[in-house]
């Protein structure tokens, strides 16, 4: 790295990306860790394996995401009673809800008590929630399992990416960030396959959920490796530390240079733009900052009104509805789709651009929504009623034709596919917005977002589904993403290649002809 990008990685600043990344997965990492010094096509290795270690709360987010789909269908009565759709609602929406609270606690405590120990208290909690669940012998204790987890995950998805992005090269920080959505979606078909694994096994529900304590004990075992983020170092007097972690990170960073860093760092810090010094005042009284922020906070939004959450926590559910013999199976070739094109996202994000990606891919999603709904138009609404109320005792009923089968898990992958490399993983991009003094705060802000919505359509979806049938709630979630796809239109800027401190000046000229604004690619 030299010395012009070792500034770009205090100061936040981002080039274009080239190149690919090769990513070990999560699972566990040497106690040499801390010794490593070679490269991966201009990676630090210790920076990357950092990165896979930080990356255990995306893991962590994607696997009880995708595991509550499971736990769902093989409950039975093994709670004291069959469930009925309110009851389930609350197991998936606790989670949500208190991933909420979990995303505001990491945004005001980033800053004082570091990445590093809120990824590790996550990880604490994690574990905690899994021996909760896995020994559940109530619905109580389950749902308060479900609310440590979406503590525990709250903490995360705020904080993962911040730390990621601090420790990473300007030329790689893209794709690494986009590394989370991959471990995120990596989770995800972890927990399928812990479903197919174990559908059949008396009490089977309870060794997936309790699985979900392995990753982040791994990360608790090797944490003392694991660097803090130079940023956070330098915003708290930490020089000296700070200097050497960003020479571990990259041996060849010049001392001299790392001195200028740390000064150029802070006096940035120090700016307040005229405003009351005051974090939340500069987020909401600058202009800039505010169109910044609803922008992140609206993609946010879309990023759940599309409904993908309402496929993940019910697809074996619905492909129970649908008919399939072994549902488990179907949402696991889901699951792999959503990890696939994630991957492409990462390869692509930085070359085609977050807003060409968005506007080629929303649209297929529209269209593929209301393929489902009409495929959905053939089933019997007794297997709704079977499936939302989890009291058949076991999935599949032959309700739909051979052919509207197809059509569904078909209308789903394409679905899937085009929601994995654009809405899955940009609006995670959407801290880059905001300038680095307001970065902390506004991340929290466009997080809460994403999980009060989380929280709103996995609390509603199942009555949605008995109330309007399954094509009518399908319609309904394709006109939120056809808003999504005009508001992404009318005011998402392209922002690929730009350094982070030229971003927030695209939103500077107001308003209108936002989306038009920013990188020409």
């Known amino acids: 790295m030299s010395s012009v990008e070792s500034t770009s990685l205090l100061r936040g600043e981002e080039e274009d990306v080239s190149g690919s990344v090769p990513v070990s997965a999560v699972s566990s990492v040497p106690e040499i860790l801390s010794d490593v010094d070679k490269e991966v096509d201009g990676v630090n290795l210790y920076m990357l394996l950092c990165i896979v270690c930080a990356c255990v709360g995306g893991l962590m987010f994607g696997y009880d995401t995708g595991c509550i789909s499971q736990v769902i269908e093989l409950l039975s009565d093994d709670l004291g009673h069959y469930l009925v759709a309110w009851e389930l609602e609350l197991i998936t929406s606790s989670t949500s809800l208190f991933a909420l609270m979990g995303s505001i606690f990491a945004g005001i405590s980033a800053d004082r008590y570091g990445r590093k120990v809120l990824i590790a208290v996550s990880c604490v909690v994690f574990i905690l929630a899994a021996l909760v669940m896995a020994l559940s012998m109530s619905l109580a204790w389950l749902v308060l399992g479900r609310s440590l987890v979406g503590l525990a995950v709250g903490v995360a998805s705020t904080i993962v990416s911040v730390y990621i992005a601090e420790i990473s090269p300007p030329r790689y920080r893209g794709r690494l960030v986009a590394l ?12 399928y396959l812990s479903g197919v694994a174990f559908h059949k096994t008396t009490n089977g529900w309870r060794y997936i959920v309790g699985l979900s304590g392995i990753p982040p004990l791994l990360f608790l075992l090797v944490m003392t490796a694991v660097p803090e983020s130079p940023r956070f170092l330098f915003m708290n007097g930490r020089v000296d530390e700070a200097k050497q972690v960003l020479l571990k990170l990259d041996p060849r960073v010049d001392v001299a240079q790392v001195e200028e860093m740390v000064r150029q760092d802070l006096s940035y810090k120090d700016a307040n733009n005229g405003v009351d010094d005051s974090s939340l005042a500069r987020l909401f009284s600058v202009p800039a900052n505010f169109r910044a922020l609803v922008v992140g906070c609206g993609l946010m939004a879309a990023q759940q009104l599309c409904c ?46 977050r807003r060409a ?41 032959d309700s739909e034709p051979d052919g509207m089968k197809i059509l569904t898990v078909a209308a789903t992958i394409v679905f899937v596919a085009s929601y994995a490399i654009g809405l899955g993983n940009i609006p995670w991009q959407a801290i880059e917005f905001l300038p680095l003094d ?3 705060l506004g991340s929290m802000f466009i997080t809460s977002t994403n999980w009060t919505f989380n929280t709103l359509v996995s609390a509603s979806f199942l009555h949605l589904l008995k109330w309007l049938t399954g094509t009518g709630t399908f319609l309904l979630y394709a006109f939120f993403t056809l808003l999504a796809y005009i508001g992404i239109y009318l005011y998402y800027p392209e922002v ?26």
């Open 308 to 353: 993908f959450n309402g496929f993940m926590y019910f697809s074996v559910s619905l492909f129970a509805m649908a008919g399939f013999d072994n549902p488990f199976a179907v949402s696991l070739v889901v699951s792999i789709t959503n990890f696939v094109f994630t991957w492409g996202a990462v390869k692509y994000i930085d070359k085609v651009g």
């Open 496 to 521: 690929a290649g730009l350094p982070l401190e030229k971003v927030n000046d695209i939103f500077k000229q107001g308003w209108r002809g936002l989306g038009k604004r920013g990188v020409v690619l």
């Open 180 to 191: 989370n959505s991959v471990s995120t979606t990596g989770g995800q078909v972890l927990a």
């Open 357 to 397: 990606i968005l506007l080629r891919s929303v649209w297929i999603m529209v269209v593929a929504l209301i393929v489902v709904a009409f495929a959905f138009t053939t089933i019997d609404p007794s297997a709704i009623k079977n499936a939302t109320n989890n009291d058949s005792g076991k999935p599949g009923s």
């Open 438 to 440: 307001v970065r902390s």
